[in-house]
């Protein structure tokens, strides 16, 4: 009788076992470069002869490189023979960095990837991702520089304003793992299509409100506009990582590029929606047919641009209904209990009962995605990923208190300065200026210095820029306080999106890889919309029933300030521990390295 064995491939091992594994391999290729080294390093004293005289092919006295014939000593025959053995292992064991990153040769990481028919197809593919990003930091501004004339146009309150921008981040944030699930499922570039064009339809109906005068109908029609957005985004990040190689150059400038649409996309969707009102208010809508237009073409771009031969759920996964329906219940109510509480006040029963149910919804969520799914939406284990949770914390923090400037900058300039749409937006036009310099110091960044010191960074300035904000005094000049923090809040915003995808990447399991760029979306897009919910309660209980106004602005910059402060503590945090660790390892290795020497 045959003995039959249960086998595992090597992805489906559990992460600690590949670890282990990995690591006593990469031992074992340091002890044999160290044996070749002293092999080497002994012949060269020996024969007082230059270590590319030989090898020769033992007993014979012709050399190999030179063709001479000449003495070889017998003493040098085994060694000579060990040198040969090795020499094709030494190249292998060269080909990799002290970094433990494959190593990728200067054509690989400039190479357009075979999947692509040329040129064209892949500056296409690109395009539809930068794109897509800055779409998602358009949508967030579009109604900031013309807050004032959508809550007059639309029939709602000043405190309802807030939820003009929250609605657009709650629908991109709560589900873009559901939406990344479907697109391994039925295909990505479909999920990613279809996204598109939820995303031009509901757009159109924002503008359609108009005729509504319902601000009700408006914020619903923004959520469906960000949803749209998350079934695009992740899918098109989750092809990125697919196509390009983990750690090249390419892959790193992409990313870059990609975060560079933040600043300009957040600074160019204000600007455009104060042009569209600048002679008539009547026409703010079209702020958004303009923005269905522009997604209607990526849609088109990423049609023809995106290959069709991508491998549709590789790994068999099937869609997790239950927990999906957890997790979205848990983070819609817990959102809109905090966007609601400046409305209505946390003395009102409704919204207390709510929190404990999203709350309940949350906590089950998690319970059954860790011990009761079979294809749970986020990686099993991600509990005891002290790494991976410390990075989507450090996120959340930082692109909250960002977030809450976002808002309550155009309030300031609005309500305060009392600037026009136009002027509110075009003045931080600064954002454009310096996103692009920090674009391109992180894409020369990013290849040299390890992406927790960059996360570090991209935190420091959201605090820095938090901090100006909350001193700026009302008739100080733009160019003192406001002018510094347009340097500071774009290093946070390009820095952090690449530098916490590679570091995801990273702590995820090898099947999970590819969702890493996800799993940041959600924390950047469910923090900007949850916290200028927190905002709006630090700004109403100051502000003195509306009667101090710049108290009350000062309420949410100082809850922005601690948010984004917490923020460097927990990447400073996680920087120490990475060079720590990192200087461990190499201390480890380099003993284990002359130990072996000394044995040889």
Known sequence: MENHQDTATYEELPKSLIDTIDQQLELHLKKIKAQLTSIRDSVSENSNEDIYDLPRKPGNNKNILTGKNDTMPKDQNLVCQNIMQFAS????????????????????????????????QEFGFVLVGVIGQFLSQVGLTQVLSTMNILAEELHTTKMRQPWLMAAFPLGLGCTILISGRLGDIFGLKKVLLLGYIITTIWTLICGFSSYAHSDDLFIVSRTFQGLGLACALPNMFELIGIIYKPHCFKKNMIFCIIGAMSPIGATLGGIFAGLSVKYN??????????????????????????????EKNPQGLKMDWIGSALGLFGLVVLNFVFNQTPIDGWSSAYLIVLLVVSVVALILFVIYELTMANFPLIPKGIHSNYRLILILLTLFCGWGGFAIWTFYYFAFQLNLRHYSPLWASSSNFVLIISGTIYTIICCLAVQRMKPPILLFFSMLGFLGGNILFAVTPIHQTFFRNMFGSMFLFPLGMVFSFPSASMMTAETLPTHYKSMAGSLVNVAINYATSICVGMAGSANVNHNNHGQDLLHGFRAASYLAIGLSGFSVFLSGLYMIGSIWTDRNQKMKENKLINTDSESV
């Open 89 to 120: 292992f030494e190249s292998s064991l060269s080909a990799t960095p002290p970094d433990n990153k494959p190593f990728i040769t200067e054509s690989q990481n400039l190479r357009r990837p075979d999947i692509f028919k040329n040129r064209f």
């Open 281 to 310: 208010i009547k026409n703010w809508p079209w702020s958004f047919y303009s923005f269905a237009i522009v997604a209607f073409l990526n849609g088109i771009i990423a049609w023809f641009c995106i290959p069709n031969d991508i």
